[in-house]
């Protein structure tokens, strides 16, 4: 069960939680528009936007899609909504900070197979292979939630990120972090995310 004095300060946080989805959707709503092709003036700019959305989203963008969705999904459903046990015995901005710090470690292997299968098997593969790099994307994200969970709650990284927030320099500003860090850390994976996608092995940029 959460504890009650945390209901304050969560609730502060909830509402600041679209401000992660904000700072993803400005990063690819620039991508798009720097895919966008500027010399077809048959075009409106919504209709040029929208076909440069696409073809983001089925190239350099899959990735960084895939990873965002399951791992959106899974980060709300821990943070706000999951109160029993060792899990609802942190305020959120413990978890918020928690988990998202240690995302940069666990989304690493998401990231590394988006760099080193996407061109052969999405890119350049079949449908087949598309929807098995989709599929392994997916899978590869849940199964490091798992681990990061592990890591955060059950190796006590939870705790200690508690006692940093709530010590005598940080109590004050504490929903504050919570609430900056996973824009943060957002911003970073989505660029490394990215490039990914653009930097092919040696082995797959000749197919």
Same mark, same amino acid.
């Given at each position: 069960m959460v504890?009650?004095?945390?209901?304050s300060d969560?609730?502060?946080?909830?509402?600041?939680t679209?401000?992660r989805?904000?700072?993803?959707?400005a990063?690819v !709503? #620039? *991508?798009?528009?720097? &895919?966008?092709?500027r010399?077809?003036?048959?075009? %409106?700019?919504p209709k040029?936007f =929208?076909?440069?959305?696409?073809?983001f989203?089925?190239?350099?963008g899959?990735?960084?899609l895939?990873y965002?969705?399951?791992?959106?999904?899974?980060?709300?459903?821990?943070?706000?909504?999951?109160?029993?046990?060792?899990?609802?015995?942190?305020?959120g901005?413990?978890?918020?900070?928690?988990?998202?710090?240690m995302?940069?470690?666990t989304?690493?292997?998401?990231?590394?197979? !988006? #760099? *080193?299968?996407?061109s &052969?098997?999405?890119d350049h593969?079949?449908a087949? %292979?598309?929807v098995l790099?989709v =599929?392994?994307t997916?899978l590869i994200?849940?199964?490091f939630f798992e681990?990061?969970?592990?890591m955060v709650?059950?190796?006590?990284?939870?705790?200690?990120?508690?006692?940093?927030?709530?010590?005598?320099s940080?109590?004050?500003?504490?929903?504050a972090?919570?609430?900056?860090?996973?824009?943060?850390?957002?911003?970073?994976?989505?660029?490394?995310l990215i490039?990914?996608?653009?930097? #092919?092995p040696?082995d797959? &940029?000749?197919?």
């Amino acid at each position: 069960m959460v504890p009650a004095y945390c209901k304050s300060d969560d609730a502060d946080l909830a509402r600041w939680t679209v401000l992660r989805y904000l700072i993803v959707g400005a990063i690819v !709503a #620039y *991508r798009v528009c720097l &895919k966008m092709d500027r010399n077809d003036h048959a075009s %409106s700019l919504p209709k040029r936007f =929208i076909k440069a959305g696409c073809d983001f989203a089925n190239s350099e963008g899959i990735g960084l899609l895939i990873y965002f969705f399951a791992s959106a999904v899974m980060d709300n459903i821990f943070i706000f909504f999951h109160s029993s046990g060792e899990y609802g015995s942190y305020c959120g901005y413990v978890k918020m900070v928690a988990l998202y710090s240690m995302a940069m470690v666990t989304f690493l292997p998401t990231c590394f197979f !988006a #760099y *080193r299968f996407q061109s &052969k098997l999405y890119d350049h593969g079949s449908a087949g %292979s598309k929807v098995l790099f989709v =599929i392994a994307t997916v899978l590869i994200s849940m199964i490091f939630f798992e681990v990061r969970l592990l890591m955060v709650y059950k190796l006590g990284y939870a705790n200690w990120i508690k006692k940093l927030l709530l010590s005598q320099s940080l109590t004050n500003y504490k929903v504050a972090i919570a609430i900056m860090v996973p824009p943060v850390v957002d911003a970073l994976q989505s660029g490394l995310l990215i490039l990914s996608s653009q930097v #092919y092995p040696d082995d797959f &940029k000749e197919i």
